[in-house]
DNA sequence: CGTAAAATACTACAAAAGTAGTAGGTGTTG
DNA sequence: CAACACCTACTACTTTTGTAGTATTTTACG
C-alpha cells in the first residue's frame, strides 16, 4: 500500500487526482492540502510514501515546498504535477529534491505507473521531459570539443579543475612550474580567457 | 517512415532486433553491422534516422563509436541498447551524444516507441535509468546544502564562479576589495579549504 | 628523414589572490 | 538591552597566478 498525499489548489484537479489515487487498492490518499503553508506542516507529521505536488501554488512555489521538506523528510518521493514544461522548472524541481516531474496532461494509468515507479526508486518522466535533463548533461561535454587542446593540456585542466596549485600539479605531472605555467598559457590562449575559473567554465561546463 | 541502423555483434540479438523493427510499417531496418569500425564507415554514408548501438562491441566500444558519429551526423540518434545498467556507462554514454538509453531485456514494444519517442525528439529511458541522471543533476545541489554560508557570501561565491576578478566582483557588488576579501576570507574558513575552485567545487558540485 | 606540433625549461615582471588580524555599524531576537 | 550574526572596511604582508617572451628537446607523421 502506497500513501500519497496531494498538493494542488485547483479543486477540480484535486478531485481528480484524488479520485484517480483513491480507486486503486494498492494505493491511498492520505491528505490533501491547498496551499504551501499547509505542505509544509502536514507533509512531515504524515510522512506519506508520495507527495504529488503542483508547482503554482497561492502562496509558496510547489517548488520552494520541495526544496523545504525534502531535507526534512528524505524517504519521502516527490512527484511534481503542473502543466508548465519549460526547461527551468523541470531543473529547478530536480535540484530541489523532486524524482519525477509529470504533466497534468497526462493519462490517469501514467499517474499511477509514475507513484509506483517513484515509490520504487525510479524517475518516472515522459521522454520529452528526460531530453531536456539529457541535453543539460549533455552541454557538459560539447563545451570540451575543439579547441586544439593537446593531451598534457587536458592534463593540466584537470588537475587545476581540483583545486591544485601551480606548485602541485607541477609536482604530480613531474614537471617544472615554469613549464606548467607555459602550459596555462597556451591553453588560456586557446579558450581566450585569462583565469582558471575561465578556462575550467569553458572547457568543462560551467559551474 | 523511421530508419533505423543496428550494431551489434551478438548474432541472435541481432537478428530479433532486426525482426522487431522489420515487422512495423513505419519502420524500416536499412543497415545492420556486428563492428563499430563498419558502424563509423557505413552510418555516415547511410544518415539512417535513428542507431540502435550496443555497448560490448569487439573492437571499439559504442560509447566511444558514438562519441566519433554524432559530430558527424549531428542529426542522427543514437539509443544505447545494453546489458549494462551501471551509473557510469549511463553517463558516459549520454556525455559521447546518445540520446536515449534502454535495456536489451526491454520488451519489443518498448524499443519500438523508444525509436519513435527518440525520432519526434524525446529520450526514451525506463525510470530506474533515469533516477542515476537525476541522481546526477541533484548530487550539485547537495554540496549547497549547510555550510551556514550567508546571502552575501552567496553572491561572492556566483561571482567568483563566473571568471571574475576581486576588482570585477568588488564593482559588481558595491564593495571594496578589503571587504570583499573579508567575505573569501570568511567563506574559505566556512567550507575549509584554501582556494577559489575548491571552494567552487565544494560550494557548487564538482566540475 | 625532415618538419611540424607538442612538451619541456627558462627569465623577469605585473597583477591577483590569500593570510591574519582589528574594528565599526546594522539588524534581529531572546 | 545584550548577544549575536552579518556586512562593511581597513592595514600589512606573503604567496600564487598571469603575461610575454625565447629556446631546446621529444614525438608523431607523411
Redesign the interface.
Known sequence: MISVFIVEDNPDIQLLLQTIVSREVEYACVGVVTTGTEALRRIPELLPDVVLMDIGLPDISGIDCVRRLK?LCPNVEFIMCTVYDEDEKV?QS????A??YILKKSKPELLLT?IR??YE????????I??K??A???R??QAR?DYHITPREVDVLTM????L?YNEVADALFISVKTLKKHIYNIYEKLH?D????A??KY????
Open positions: 531535507p531543473f530536480l535540484e530541489a529534491g524524482n519525477s509514475a515507479e517513484v526508486g525510479g524517475s518516472p518522466m515522459s521522454s520529452d528526460a531530453r535533463i539529457v543539460r548533461v549533455q557538459k561535454d570539443t587545476l579543475a581540483k583545486g596549485t580567457v583565469n582558471k575559473v575561465e575550467l567554465n568543462f561546463g560551467k559551474f
